[in-house]
Every structure is written in C-alpha cells, then in structure tokens.
C-alpha cells in the first residue's frame, strides 16, 4: 500500500463548476501538506501550503487538512479551461523529503 | 530567470550508454532534490542534496546512479549503462531550508530521458 493515495482520474467538468481533489495518506509523521499543478511535459508548480488541519484559501482554491481522518482536500472555484492539468498531492514528515501521490488529471471543458 | 533550470529538456539515447543530466537551483537555495516521474504517475524522490553534502538517497537509486553537487551550487545526476527501465522524466527541485521545518520544494521543467 503507498503512503499517500490518489485517484487517478480523469476528472471531467465544464467550465464555471467547482473541482473537488482529494488524497488520503497512512503515515502519521506527515505534518506539511501541498498540492502541486503540473501541465503536460513541465515540472510540478507549488499552489498551496499548509501545516495545520483545517481551511487555506487563496484566490480560487481552498485547501483542507483533516489529519484526524488522514485525509487532503483542494477545491477549485469557478474553474477554468486553463485549470486543466494534473493535480499532484504532496506531503512531507518534519524536515524530510517529499512524498507525493500519484496525480488527478483534471479536464474543464469550455 | 531565477527559477530551478535543467539541461537538457530531452535526452534520447541507445541501450547501454551513459547520460548526465544538470541542474541549477534558485540561487541561495541549499537543498537540492532530485526525483523521476513516469507517465501517470508522481514523482519518486531519489535523492537530495543540503549544500554539497548528499544526505539522503532512494533505494530506488541503483549503484547505476550517481548525483554530485560540487561546491554545493548546481547538480549531475548520471545514469551509467542505461536501460530501457530509466526512461522517465527526470526532476530537479530546490528549497531553503532555515531555522524551522517549513521548506517549500520548487521544481525545474525536468529532463525527459528515452531510452532506445
């Protein structure tokens, strides 16, 4: 079983909705939580970090961390076509290295 | 630009052939990282650097692999006799890590590596 799970995808919706991400993670050290935006043939782009449970939000997207139930949420308001990518959760134990889930490709159509 | 680069963007090579790839991090940034991603799926961490000094590597890095950062600025990672198992796009990421745990990893654009 991997540390950190991650469905796959495609997640398809149309323009304007509201994209609903979510990870689930076993290893209880993780205490530092990202989501990452990667479009096709670049590197993954740092959009949110947060190290407490519960709601971050900038701009569009809202992040929640639930490390009760073990489990990472990115929400996305209002999406766009340019959204479209593959969303990659990320956590990291005190002064470790990053462990990431496999991605959620993401598709807004216009 | 002050973002992570890597070079080369593509590298296509035969069975068997060594290759090195580079990275240069965010300037003043002392962690380095590297990681391999393949299609459809995250990236596995490989190994990372603070300063010079490699701290860490994957068990996923075979003695076929070998990652350098001399002076502790930009980094190689070398792949010798390759196999058709390394294709896969090639991360680097830098960050800086302070006083606390905090450190946000910021990634360059990769090398894709094909191996024929």
């Known amino acids: 079983q991997k540390e950190v799970e991650q469905d796959p995808g495609p997640l398809s919706v149309p323009e304007g909705a509201i994209v609903s991400l979510n990870c689930t993670y076993s290893n209880s050290a993780f205490q530092y939580f990202m989501w990452y935006r990667q479009y096709s043939r670049k590197g993954p782009e740092l959009l949110m970090y947060?190290?407490?449970?519960g709601n971050k939000e900038d701009g569009r997207f809202t992040a929640q961390v639930d490390k009760s139930s073990k489990y990472i949420s990115l929400f996305i308001r209002d999406s766009q076509p340019s959204d479209s990518a593959t969303y990659l959760c990320?956590?990291?134990?005190?002064?470790?290295?990053?462990?990431f889930g496999g991605g959620t490709r993401v598709l807004v159509k216009p | 630009d002050t973002g992570v680069s890597q070079n080369p963007r593509h590298k296509i090579t035969k069975r068997g052939q060594n290759v090195t790839f580079r990275c240069d991090p965010i300037?003043?940034?002392?962690?380095l990282y590297w990681y391999r991603q393949t299609l459809g799926q995250g990236p596995e961490f490989l190994t990372y650097?603070?300063?010079?000094?490699?701290?860490?590597k994957s068990r996923l890095l075979s003695d076929r692999f070998s990652a350098e950062r001399p002076k502790g600025s930009f980094s190689t990672l070398e792949i010798q006799r390759t196999e058709q198992g390394d294709s896969a796009m090639y991360l680097c990421a830098s960050s800086l890590r302070g006083g606390t745990t905090n450190e946000k990893l910021f990634f360059g654009s990769g090398t894709q590596l094909s191996v024929l």
């Open positions: 990320a956590m990291q134990a005190a002064g470790n290295k990053l462990t």
């Open positions: 650097f603070q300063n010079e000094a490699q701290l860490e």
């Open positions: 300037s003043e940034h002392n962690r």
């Open positions: 947060t190290y407490s449970s």
